[in-house]
């Protein structure tokens, strides 16, 4: 068969779900199996393609036609310039996580310049956050934790990809009770997180490729979605360095909560930081 007929065939199977793109996805898929650019496909319509690629594509299709998530039938995910390794059981990274991310790169270069520092991350998932973090930020070593095992072999594999072994260190536990052997308290300087903040009753109107495939507890933050939120911003406080920050991800309507406890907890500095469609995603703070 050739490119063009096989990528009819993608895109008329696709085309039976709703919200999916199915030209993209398709070309997305084929450029994947091929191991080629996307401009190839485009350029290459006439091109045959070998029975064993055919099989995989329309298998891959087929699954994403039942709603998988293309970065768990590709398993990779680009985070911040990044290709990430990705399977089922672990979140994929978002692009509002990079504003996150991004926040944070700019802050240390513009006011920790040369200093070495040690953050902490809470959740860590794929890792996206910690090693990009380590990979982008030269002076610093990550302490990052999470509760799933499962998460924690895709963020190793990640680390290894990265050669991150020197600058990050994933840790098993509950929120900070995974670093606790580790005495850092007041001792941190930036501690990061995006951690679960859907609330329950809102995850089964979420759509199929979330709802259906995506882990739980990653999404889960309890009946009010602060649940996480009302732990790290009190605890925060105690591993902080004086001056230190810190930075979570929040959804677009919880802005405002998550603020007020920051506050209510004596932060400082504290901002709400707007994604690319001006919904509120991030919210910082400092301890005095
Ligand atoms: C929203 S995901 C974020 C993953 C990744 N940091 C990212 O931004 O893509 C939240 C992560 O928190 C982890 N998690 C849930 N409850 C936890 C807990 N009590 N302690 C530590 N990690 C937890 C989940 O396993 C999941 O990997």
Same mark, same amino acid.
């Given at each position: 068969?050739?490119?063009?007929?096989?990528?009819?065939?993608?895109?008329?199977?696709?085309?039976?779900? =709703?919200?999916?793109?199915?030209?993209?996805?398709?070309?997305?898929?084929?450029?994947?199996?091929?191991?080629? #650019?996307?401009?190839?496909?485009?350029?290459?319509?006439?091109? =045959?393609?070998?029975?064993?690629? +055919?099989?995989? %594509?329309?298998?891959?299709?087929?699954?994403?036609?039942?709603?998988?998530? $293309?970065?768990?039938?590709?398993?990779?995910?680009?985070?911040?310039? $990044? /290709?990430?390794?990705?399977?089922?059981? *672990? $979140?994929?990274?978002?692009?509002?996580?990079?504003?996150?991310?991004?926040?944070?790169?700019?802050?240390?270069?513009? =006011?920790? &310049? /040369?200093?070495?520092?040690?953050?902490?991350?809470?959740?860590?998932?794929?890792?996206?956050?910690?090693?990009?973090?380590?990979?982008?930020?030269? /002076?610093?070593?990550?302490?990052?934790?999470?509760?799933?095992?499962?998460?924690?072999? +895709?963020?190793?594999?990640?680390?290894? &990809?990265?050669? $991150? /072994?020197?600058? *990050? &260190? @994933?840790?098993?536990?509950?929120?900070?009770?995974?670093?606790?052997?580790?005495?850092?308290?007041?001792? +941190?300087?930036?501690?990061?997180?995006?951690?679960?903040?859907?609330?329950?009753?809102?995850?089964?109107?979420?759509?199929?490729?979330?709802?259906?495939? =995506?882990?739980?507890?990653?999404? #889960?933050?309890?009946?009010?979605? @602060?649940?996480?939120?009302?732990?790290? *911003?009190?605890?925060?406080?105690?591993?902080?360095?004086?001056?230190?920050?810190?930075?979570?991800?929040?959804?677009?309507?919880?802005?405002?909560?998550?603020?007020?406890?920051?506050?209510?907890?004596? %932060?400082?500095?504290?901002?709400?930081? &707007? #994604?690319?469609?001006?919904?509120?995603?991030?919210?910082?703070?400092?301890?005095?």
């Amino acid at each position: 068969m050739e490119i063009n007929e096989l990528l009819k065939l993608g895109v008329k199977e696709l085309g039976k779900r =709703e919200y999916l793109d199915p030209i993209s996805e398709s070309i997305i898929i084929l450029s994947y199996l091929q191991n080629v #650019d996307k401009s190839y496909i485009y350029t290459h319509g006439n091109e =045959e393609v070998n029975k064993e690629i +055919v099989d995989k %594509f329309l298998d891959f299709i087929e699954k994403r036609k039942e709603g998988w998530p $293309l970065s768990y039938i590709l398993k990779e995910k680009e985070f911040y310039g $990044l /290709n990430f390794y990705i399977e089922e059981g *672990v $979140l994929v990274p978002r692009p509002d996580t990079e504003i996150l991310v991004e926040w944070i790169i700019n802050k240390v270069n513009e =006011e920790f &310049k /040369n200093e070495y520092l040690d953050i902490v991350e809470l959740g860590t998932g794929s890792g996206c956050i910690a090693l990009t973090l380590a990979y982008y930020l030269e /002076n610093i070593k990550v302490f990052a934790v999470d509760i799933d095992d499962k998460a924690l072999k +895709v963020a190793k594999i990640n680390r290894d &990809k990265f050669k $991150l /072994n020197n600058k *990050v &260190k @994933f840790y098993k536990g509950d929120l900070f009770n995974g670093i606790k052997t580790l005495q850092l308290e007041g001792k +941190v300087d930036i501690i990061v997180s995006n951690p679960p903040y859907i609330p329950t009753e809102d995850i089964s109107k979420l759509q199929i490729e979330v709802r259906e495939h =995506e882990p739980k507890n990653a999404l #889960d933050g309890g009946e009010s979605g @602060f649940s996480y939120y009302e732990k790290i *911003v009190p605890d925060s406080k105690e591993y902080l360095k004086r001056e230190g920050i810190l930075a979570v991800e929040i959804g677009y309507d919880q802005g405002t909560y998550v603020k007020r406890l920051f506050n209510e907890n004596g %932060f400082k500095d504290i901002y709400i930081i &707007k #994604d690319f469609q001006g919904l509120d995603r991030v919210v910082v703070g400092r301890v005095p």
